[in-house]
């Protein structure tokens, strides 16, 4: 299945059963799909009446052989009508429902436009209805809101149609409904029988004698290689067989003819005792720096620290630029330094060439000596670089000048390919940047105060950043940062920090009840690649200007950051200047301050708890498993801070 043909887009079930409760428990079976049946066996009536079709039409077979195979639906669970029916309010989406509709969009009534109306029918009240979801469902809130202004007019009923209704308990809120669905999806309840809807789309129970029994035969033509176009001679008959596949639905190809494995369900908490054998398989699926095992649980500690020595010669202070972890070791290079981490080298810039030259960070077997120079790239703008972020791959440099331009290189090793100059901010320097190759992104942030999303892939401006800060103008764009995992831009401009989402939205902004004042505000701030749908991740890190380090969650509600902890026993005294997110699943922080100390902080294992701190943990995943929708936010970690429950009130 591709994004790239419409015919064939990806198909994902319908999870949840429940669109009409106030408040949803995902706790419990009821709220869920059964998930071993098709969309039309949800109902016994409706399935009774599938039942019906197949024998009429079975029994038409042995009247006459030229009769086609006999079926229970004669409309399929995924089409490219059923893809743009969801995807209406998005472009290009929205033009191609227009051009399949003969250049205006359809009945008001037969538009998407209530979700629980779009389950009734697909699972009980139609007999032509029996269509899946599609991924957008558990990550893209924006195709539910008609944010183009179309003009799909009134239902029967009188009622306009616009935004897609949602159910109660997503409190109108498309970001809260797209994040309970997603949360559903990983639930322990979906993860013990999603294999059965698998067998159903993908397995053995899709054709044959299995699919019979399970309601699950469609017409023959949606099936791979039922038909053999290359055998059709009538050209006419050919592309009219053709056009019913295309339009009709595909089934998917079949992956599997025996049943697939369900998931495992790995508990940590027994009765009496952690199970440490599951825990290396849990990591995977924990949050940032949370504990795996106890994900409500945040504890870090420095292991180690240094004093960074590379790329410092001519550097007017001692401050730390960027760092990383080769084989265990930290490497740090100074302020006006940028790694690149694949070829383990690093980028010295701001000098009079008004380019940058590149250099070995790491000693290798093919370069022996650190800060040998490499390659010199002379006369890349106008005035001196005041800042470089390559980006995680190594293929592209950003490079922001004195002058206020930002340029886009395309990194051919020894030779530096320019793809576009970027003109938008308002005088000054630029101050920082980020690059998301996964969301083609760049965010720019300059001493004018603005910040500015680039298109990667086009070299366009997108959007500027709506910060609302009254001191913007005067202190600057200190941090911008992407998570690249959603897309989500953590921001720090003067001592405000704040969160936005890939379209510019405002998400959160600090709740933190003690507030910033001259001695402990911020000084760098960067984001994780914590997913929306794990709440008792941590979003963001900032350091500030007396060394401490803190660690932020999201509380999508109410809109604001939560300070889940701060570092203890801090080994730095003076201001943070560089952060990094480190490791496959970002359990490490490395932190450097102005002084050039570097240091290692890593999460807290269950390993390492005493007996006493691991029956504590026991006794809080107990009552955990036990929560609902309707229990309050609870202050559940060590750090007496808001515990990010699963689908309370609270968040």
Not at 468 to 481: I, K, L, P, Q, T
């Amino acid at each position: 299945r591709s994004y790239n043909d419409l015919t064939q887009y990806p198909v994902f079930p319908w999870v949840l059963s429940d669109y009409e409760s106030e408040e949803i428990n995902l706790n419990d079976p009821r709220s869920y799909r059964d998930l071993s049946k098709p969309m039309g066996a949800q109902g016994e009536t409706r399935a009774q009446q599938y039942r019906d079709r197949f024998e009429s039409l079975e029994s038409n077979t042995h009247i006459s052989e030229d009769e086609p195979p006999p079926f229970h639906y004669g409309t399929h669970y995924s089409c490219a009508a059923y893809v743009l029916y969801y995807l209406v309010r998005l472009e290009p989406f929205s033009r191609l429902a227009l051009s399949l509709q003969g250049g205006r969009f359809d009945m008001a009534d037969r538009l998407f436009h209530n979700v629980a109306n779009s389950w009734k029918s697909a699972s009980h009240d139609n007999i032509q209805d029996v269509r899946e979801l599609i991924p957008e469902f558990y990550y893209l809130p924006e195709f539910l809101v008609n944010s183009n202004m179309f003009d799909f007019g009134t239902t029967q009923s009188g009622q306009v149609v616009h935004d897609v209704t949602l159910p109660p308990w997503a409190k109108g809120d498309t970001k809260r409904f797209i994040r309970i669905n997603r949360m559903a999806l990983e639930s322990e309840h979906v993860s013990k029988n999603l294999h059965c809807w698998i067998d159903l789309i993908f397995g053995y129970k899709q054709r044959g004698r299995e699919a019979l029994n399970a309601l699950n035969t469609f017409v023959h033509l949606t099936y791979e290689g039922a038909v053999d176009l290359d055998a059709i001679t009538d050209p006419m008959m050919r592309e009219a067989t053709i056009a019913q596949i295309h339009n009709f639905g595909q089934t998917p190809s079949r992956l599997e003819r025996k049943p697939f494995p369900q998931r495992n369900i790995l508990v940590v908490a027994k009765e009496k005792y952690i199970d440490f054998s599951a825990l290396n398989l849990l990591a995977p699926m924990t949050p940032p720096f949370c504990m795996v095992g106890a994900p409500h649980r945040i504890n870090l500690r420095f292991t180690s620290w240094d004093t960074c020595r590379v790329g410092m010669a001519g550097q007017i202070d001692s401050s730390v630029g960027d760092m990383c972890l080769v084989k265990g070791q930290l490497v740090g290079v100074g302020r006006t330094c940028a790694l690149i981490l694949p070829l383990k080298a690093y980028i010295r810039f701001g000098r009079v060439n008004k380019g940058i030259s590149v250099h070995v960070a790491v000693a290798t077997a093919r370069n022996r000596e650190v800060n040998r120079v490499l390659s010199i790239h002379d006369g890349m703008h106008r005035e001196p670089i005041s800042i470089v972020k390559p980006s995680l791959n190594g293929h592209w440099i950003v490079t922001g000048c004195s002058d206020s331009t930002v340029r886009v290189w395309r990194n051919h090793g020894n030779h530096l390919q320019l793809q576009a100059t970027l003109c938008g901010h308002e005088g000054g320097q630029i101050t920082c940047i980020d690059v998301s190759t996964t969301f083609g992104t760049i965010v720019t942030g300059g001493s004018d105060g603005n910040v500015l999303l680039w298109d990667l892939r086009r070299f366009m401006f997108i959007r500027q950043l709506d910060l609302e800060n009254e001191d913007s103008d005067n202190f600057g764009v200190r941090s911008v940062s992407i998570n690249h995992k959603n897309g989500n831009i953590l921001t720090l401009v003067a001592a405000n920090v704040k969160l936005f989402d890939i379209n510019g939205n405002m998400l959160a902004t600090p709740d933190y009840k003690n507030g910033f004042n001259a001695h402990n505000k911020p000084s760098c701030a960067v984001a994780t690649d914590c997913p929306e749908w794990m709440g008792d991740g941590i979003v963001a890190v900032t350091g500030h200007i007396n060394g401490d380090i803190m660690l932020w969650g999201l509380h999508h509600d109410r809109g604001a950051l939560i300070m889940r902890h701060q570092v203890p026993d801090n080994v730095h005294s003076c201001a943070i200047t560089a952060l990094r997110v480190w490791g496959e699943r970002q359990d490490t922080l490395l932190v450097g301050d102005r002084s050039g100390k570097m240091s290692v902080c890593k999460a807290l294992k269950m390993d390492a708890l005493s007996q006493q701190e691991l029956s504590f943990v026991i006794q809080e995943l107990h009552e955990a498993s036990g929560l609902d929708s309707s229990d309050k936010g609870k202050a559940r970690d060590g750090d007496n801070s808001d515990w990010m429950g699963l689908m309370n009130d609270d968040e």
